[in-house]
């Protein structure tokens, strides 16, 4: 299906398509990869919207038709890519774990040096030469003008809580930390789909950076290989189904727990 595609000021922006029915994903075309993010919006009765990107440019004169049925926005945790665009929203859950920094927002940057700073990582001299906006949004644009908006959370969610979406679905919060301290999935049950934002996609998973802990990560992964699902939505790249998802998760938990094994030369018999 060809995706449909947003201007903004002459610029396409946002690149919406429908990957199933009464679901819609919306990223970013034109922003670093390290900070493309998914937005899924699921159609209904009563719209949700999972995750809200960097909020460079604003969804509402975008997109005016997401905000018409007073959309419930789901914010997986708090990192930039996933909550810039929350402030935008009168109706937002996020877990408990999370909320301070939705409220209250730590400095953020599209600059490469700082956003690396920022989240812990390491910048070798090919990252420090990364734009972390590919084009940008209107010629007077400038990088470090950018910022976080604080947005309030009605909602704190915690692990088992669920919301409802559309006459029959329910979708169900799963703490999944590791990734941060207060990260989510959001599992529809009834068709098998796990929104999975930043806790297991397709690529290198970040789990050295300020906020991560790697033993909690295990138990996420641990908890997600035994959930009965079809397809996982992750915050970043592409759609996953249910073997790939398994094949993540169980290498990340293999590696780990190797890692972790005690020396032998320690032990004593």
């Known amino acids: 299906m060809n995706p449909r595609t947003l201007n903004v000021s002459g610029l396409v922006w946002y690149s919406m398509t429908v990957v199933a029915p009464n679901l819609v994903r919306i990223t970013e075309p034109h922003v670093h990869p390290l900070l493309r993010a998914n937005i899924w919006w699921i159609r209904g009765n009563r719209d949700v919207v999972i995750d809200a990107g960097l909020g460079v440019v604003p969804l509402r004169s975008a997109i005016p038709e997401m905000f018409e049925r007073d959309p419930l926005l789901i914010v997986t945790h708090a990192h930039l890519d996933h909550s810039g665009g929350a402030y935008e929203f009168d109706d ?4 408990e774990n999370e909320a301070k920094d939705l409220e209250n927002p730590s400095p953020a940057s599209l600059e490469s040096h700082e956003l690396y700073a920022s989240l812990g990582m390491y910048l070798d001299v090919k990252a420090s030469e990364q734009r972390m906006l590919e084009k940008l949004p209107d010629p007077d644009y400038r990088l470090d003008q950018y910022q976080r908006l604080p947005a309030r959370a009605t909602r704190r969610l915690r692990d088992g809580d669920v919301i409802r979406a559309g006459q029959s679905e329910q979708l169900e919060i799963i703490e999944g930390p590791g990734h941060s301290p207060g990260s989510i999935c959001i ?22 950076i300020h906020g991560s ?57």
């Open 213 to 269: 802990n790697r033993a909690d990560y295990v138990k996420t992964m641990q908890k997600i290989q035994n959930l009965p699902l079809e397809k996982a939505f992750p915050g970043h790249g592409e759609i996953l189904d249910h073997q790939q998802v398994h094949a993540i998760a169980c290498a990340y938990v293999a590696r780990h727990q190797r890692d972790n094994w005690p020396d032998p030369r320690g032990m004593t018999g």
């Open 187 to 208: 599992f529809d049950r009834t068709k098998g789909w796990l929104f999975t934002g930043d806790v297991l996609y397709k690529g290198q998973i970040l789990d050295d």
């Open 92 to 95: 937002i859950a996020i877990h």
